[in-house]
């Protein structure tokens, strides 16, 4: 498993931080966003101001969520610019969203993440920033279930994710209990 990474640093307060997990969980390894966020959920404890949602697939019912935070952060199974193996960790800024470094995943969220943010741009109620945490699909196949590459990968996403918080000074602790009970099924 390989990673392919951007590294992204930031040094003001956060007030309102959200991790969202997209995807449809009946469509094999486009489940990789929801699992992540429960995943999230189950293994770190954040600050009362960082939200985590599993939204499935919103579309442009996505802006709500987006509406002046300060920190994003999306996991999704991507589609990066150059080819590479299925489970591969990609991190991305907003910047490369509109660029051909990554491509978000083809189903009914894809457009709804650009256009939320260009809509919100417009508003004057973007977020200040937005990361997206996502891994290389193998199978999005109705009822495939996730495969064994993004399975392996999905903690340290996870890990990433909380890294990405701690490095710009949110509260992000691990959970003791949970972290024995995802070691066995990860690893």
């Known amino acids: 498993m390989s990673t392919s990474f951007v590294h992204l640093t930031a040094e003001r307060p956060?007030?309102?931080?959200?991790?969202?997990?997209?995807?449809?969980?009946?469509?094999?390894?486009d489940g990789f966003g929801p699992l992540a966020v429960e995943m999230f959920r189950s293994l770190y404890e954040c600050d009362s101001n960082v939200e985590i949602l599993d939204l499935g697939t919103p579309g442009l019912d996505l802006?709500?969520?987006?509406?002046?935070?300060?920190?994003?952060?999306?996991?999704?199974?991507?589609?990066?610019?150059?080819?590479?193996?299925?489970?591969?960790?990609?991190?991305?800024?907003?910047?490369?969203?509109?660029?051909?470094?990554a491509q978000l995943r083809l189903t009914s969220h894809d457009?709804?993440?650009?256009?939320?943010?260009?809509?919100?741009?417009?508003?004057g109620h973007a977020p200040s920033e937005v990361i997206v945490v996502g891994v290389v699909p193998e199978s999005c196949g109705l009822g495939k279930g996730i495969s064994l590459?993004?399975?392996?990968?999905?903690?340290?996403?996870?890990?990433?994710?909380?890294r990405l918080l701690v490095e710009r000074s949110i509260d992000c602790?691990?959970?003791?209990?949970?972290?024995?009970?995802?070691?066995?099924?990860?690893?």
């Open 14 to 29: 956060f007030h309102r931080i959200a991790i969202i997990g997209l995807g449809n969980v009946l469509l094999g390894d």
């Open 111 to 123: 457009p709804g993440v650009r256009e939320s943010l260009v809509q919100l741009r417009l508003a």
């Open 149 to 162: 590459s993004v399975l392996n990968t999905c903690l340290i996403a996870v890990d990433t994710i909380a």
């Open 63 to 101: 802006a709500p969520y987006l509406y002046d935070t300060d920190l994003v952060v999306i996991a999704d199974a991507v589609y990066p610019h150059k080819e590479e193996k299925p489970g591969t960790l990609c991190v991305y800024c907003e910047d490369d969203l509109g660029s051909s470094h």
């Open 173 to 187: 602790r691990r959970r003791h209990a949970s972290a024995q009970m995802y070691h066995g099924i990860v690893s």
